[in-house]
């Protein structure tokens, strides 16, 4: 979302926007809108440099399910891990939360938090050297693995066996990265979100996508013709994205609820709602 790309864990906030994030790793269209708003609101986080007062603006890279996508009841159009866990911090800030839906590489880019589109970005991020020259991000809140999804008929066993193949990444993510550095003799299709990956796999574009495990063991849960075949351990943590150097009140008002969700284990039901619970 997701980085949404070359790849488990996950968590939550509030203002105009919301995410994500998560690797990346999503389904981001430059066309993304308002998802309206919800929470409390008021003069809260007046302190904060809120794109609009008393909400908390998110941006995230949607569809890129569990953890962002379209539904559920928090005002805001979009639910999933992130968003729900956004939301959660929102209310511990007393603001409200809006989202809005955008282009993931735009987002990891640092390029739509530098414009003030939003206040953070949660969309699935991996936290990476590479993307903190350009942005700050609060404390993981998700450890994430990659993961290699085909169908069950295909023939392929393991990363070993992509020379040749298709393979469908998300353009900008971690995912694509561990794509180019270790299936080096695989055509790779950069794609914008796993809401183009799916549908590509689907029709028999590509023979295999390669992004985080939790978004590839949706489509297996959904469909059993295809199956995860591998794993990745790459030490991979997500975490909410803020510009570089403008927004040190409200990314540590953040890490402070995130902290507190995870004492009170709201930030677990949260989890298990998403990750664990059938």
């Not at 430059?30 to 909400?55: M, W």
């Not at 800030?93 to 390029?111: H, K, P």
């Not at 990745?232 to 570089?244: L, N, P, S, V």
Request: hydrophobic share 35%; glycine share 12%.
């Amino acid at each position: 979302m997701n980085n949404r790309r070359p790849l488990l864990f996950g968590a939550a906030i509030a203002a105009t926007a919301v995410l994500a994030l998560t690797g990346c790793a999503g389904g981001g269209n430059d066309a993304g809108g308002d998802g309206g708003q919800a929470g409390g609101g008021g003069d809260a986080g007046a302190d904060y440099g809120l794109v609009n007062e008393g909400t908390l603006t998110a941006c995230s890279d949607i569809p890129y399910p569990p953890f962002e996508f379209e539904g559920g009841d928090n005002g805001t159009g979009y639910t999933g891990f992130d968003i729900e866990l956004l939301a959660a911090i929102a209310e511990k800030l007393d603001l409200e939360i809006a989202v809005q839906d955008v282009n993931f590489d735009a987002l990891q880019s640092g390029t739509v938090l530098l414009t003030g589109d939003c206040d953070l970005g949660a969309s699935a991020m991996t936290i990476t050297e590479e993307r903190k020259a350009n942005i700050d991000f609060s404390d993981p809140y998700y450890d994430s693995l990659q993961s290699l999804l085909v169908r069950v008929d295909s023939g392929i066993e393991s990363i070993d066996d992509l020379d040749g193949k298709n393979v469908g990444v998300q353009q900008g993510t971690t995912g694509e990265a561990y794509a180019q550095e270790n299936a080096p003799g695989a055509n790779l299709l950069q794609l914008p979100s796993d809401g183009e990956l799916w549908p590509a796999i689907q029709a028999g574009q590509i023979e295999a996508i390669l992004q985080d495990q939790p978004v590839n063991l949706e489509h297996e849960k959904a469909d059993d013709a295809y199956k995860i075949v591998e794993t990745y351990e790459t030490d991979e943590q997500y975490g909410f994205a803020f510009a570089k150097g403008e927004k040190d009140a409200l990314r540590e008002a953040v890490n402070d609820a995130l902290a507190e969700l995870r004492d009170s284990g709201e930030y677990q039901e949260i989890y298990d709602t998403y990750f664990t619970a059938e």
